[in-house]
C-alpha cells in the first residue's frame, strides 16, 4: 500500500526566508506526485505536479525516486504563501484517486 | 463554469440521524471521489467513481453509502450518524487520467459536519 508522510505540522518562517516542505512517499512502482494548497477559507487547490515539472508562485518541488522524496521549495516566502499544504501520491493506474499526506501548515511572518 | 459544488456548507446532526451530502461537477469528468479531513491526518479517500453506474471503497468507507447514476452527481450518504464521522468532507472530480499531463483533482469547498 502506498503512504505519504510530511514530518511536519508547523512550520514558520519569516518572509524572504528560503522554505522547504519535506514529503518523503512508500509506493513500489511509478508515482505521480502532487502538492495542493489551502488557503483560509477557500478550497483545496493543485500546487504543482512533478510530472510538468514547472514552478509556480516561486515554489518547486523534484522527486527524488532514490530517497523517495518529493520536497516542496521557494528560495524567498512570502506572507501569502502563509496557507496548509499537502502532499499527495496517485498510482498511475488509479486515476485521481489521492493519497495524502498529514499537511504542512506553512506560517510566514512580516 | 462553477466547477465542483458541495451541499451544503455545514451541518450539524444527532447521533444516530441519516443525511445526505451533495456533490456536483460541470465539467464533465470521469472520476469523482469524496474525502474527509481530519486534523493531523490528512485527506482520507471515502469512496470514488470512475463513471456513471461504478462505484468503489476507499480507505474508510465504513458507515457511508454512495451512488452515481449520472457523470455530474456523486452524492455521499451517511446511514447513521455518529459522533467519529464529524469531519470536514471534500469531493473532488477529475477527467481520466492522463500519462503526459498528470491529472489534477478540482475540489469543492467542503461541508463541515458536526454529529452530537
Known amino acids: 500500500a502506498q503512504r505519504v508522510t510530511q514530518p511536519e505540522k508547523l512550520l514558520s518562517v519569516f518572509k524572504g526566508a528560503p522554505v522547504e516542505l519535506k514529503c518523503n512517499y512508500s509506493y513500489s512502482g511509478s508515482p505521480e506526485l502532487f502538492w495542493y494548497v489551502q488557503y483560509s477559507r477557500q478550497r483545496l487547490q493543485l500546487l504543482l505536479r512533478?510530472?510538468s515539472r514547472e514552478s509556480i508562485k516561486g515554489f518547486t518541488a523534484d522527486l527524488n525516486k532514490g530517497e523517495t522524496s518529493f520536497h516542496l521549495k521557494k528560495p524567498f516566502a512570502q506572507e501569502e504563501d502563509s496557507a496548509m499544504y499537502y502532499c499527495a501520491l496517485s498510482r498511475e493506474t488509479s486515476g485521481s484517486r489521492l493519497t495524502f499526506g498529514e499537511g504542512t501548515q506553512l506560517t510566514v511572518n512580516p | 463554469n462553477a466547477g465542483v459544488t458541495q451541499t451544503p456548507k455545514f451541518q450539524v446532526l444527532k447521533t444516530g440521524q441519516s443525511m445526505t451530502l451533495q456533490c456536483a461537477q460541470d465539467m464533465n469528468h470521469e472520476y469523482m471521489s469524496w474525502y474527509r479531513q481530519d486534523p493531523g491526518m490528512g485527506l482520507r479517500l471515502i469512496h470514488y467513481?470512475?463513471?456513471?453506474?461504478?462505484?468503489d471503497q476507499g480507505e474508510v468507507p465504513n458507515g457511508y453509502n454512495v451512488s452515481r447514476s449520472t457523470t455530474e452527481d456523486f452524492p455521499l450518504r451517511l446511514l447513521s450518524a455518529a459522533p467519529s464521522q464529524t469531519s470536514v468532507y471534500f469531493c473532488a472530480s477529475s477527467y481520466r487520467q492522463n500519462f503526459d499531463a498528470g491529472t489534477e483533482a478540482f475540489f469543492g469547498q467542503g461541508t463541515r459536519l458536526t454529529v452530537v
Open positions: 467513481s470512475v463513471g456513471a453506474g461504478i462505484t
Open positions: 512533478h510530472i
